[in-house]
């Protein structure tokens, strides 16, 4: 004779792996979206590109991309920012991020931006109606960055003009910290 009951036990333990397995809730709650044919992790982040692509079309920034690999510590160590673009203005490759929720890992990366990073990283949070700059973060200043930020511009003969003077405010700061000082 067949226990009815434990079949149905049997099958009701199948039927719930199967919903974890394959119709599992995202771990922060946040739903993936597509929007203009790209893919984005929340409606925050859609919501971000849409303000990044008004900046670029009113000629604020250019060369917009999304999900731009920077390698971080001489171990490089990989972290991709949402949005990668350069400023009109500054003529520098800047970053910005949107988080709804903030992670361990994202602490220890944002610990390794403030050292090693290529260059501002800018921090948005809120909803996806309403989103605001939380802080920038800027990199400490070493010859490795200045010399980094030359050759992404590509430009060899601003790199030879003006690489003195960035070295001499970078030793100004040095000595203000009072690394020289005895």
């Known amino acids: 004779m067949v226990n009815c009951h434990s ?3 049997y099958l009701n333990e199948i039927t ?32 971000l590109f849409e ?18 690999t ?3 510590t001489y171990a490089r160590i990989i972290y991709k920012p949402d949005f990668s673009y350069t ?11 949107f988080k709804g929720f903030e992670t361990p ?11 090693y990073g290529p260059g501002k990283l800018k921090i948005f949070k809120g909803s996806y109606k309403k989103i605001y700059l939380e802080e920038t973060i800027a990199p400490k200043i070493s010859i490795e960055n200045i010399l980094q930020d030359y050759f992404n ?12 003077s960035d070295l001499y405010i970078m030793l100004q700061e040095l000595r203000e910290k009072t690394l020289f000082n005895k």
Not at 153 to 164: A, K, T, W, Y
């Open 87 to 97: 400023d009109a203005e500054t003529l520098k490759k800047e970053y910005a991020e």
């Open 16 to 47: 719930l792996n199967y919903m974890n397995i394959f119709l599992k809730r995202p771990k922060y709650r946040n739903k993936r979206i597509t929007h203009a044919g790209y893919s984005f992790a929340s409606k925050g982040e859609a919501s």
């Open 51 to 68: 303000e990044l692509k008004f900046m670029e079309k009113s000629g604020l920034i250019y060369d917009l991309k999304c999900q731009d």
């Open 70 to 72: 920077v390698y971080l």
């Open 7 to 9: 079949w149905v036990k």
């Open 153 to 164: 511009r590509n430009d060899i003969s601003n790199f030879v003009q003006h690489i003195p």
């Open 105 to 115: 890992e994202w602490r220890i990366k944002l610990r390794l931006w403030k050292e």
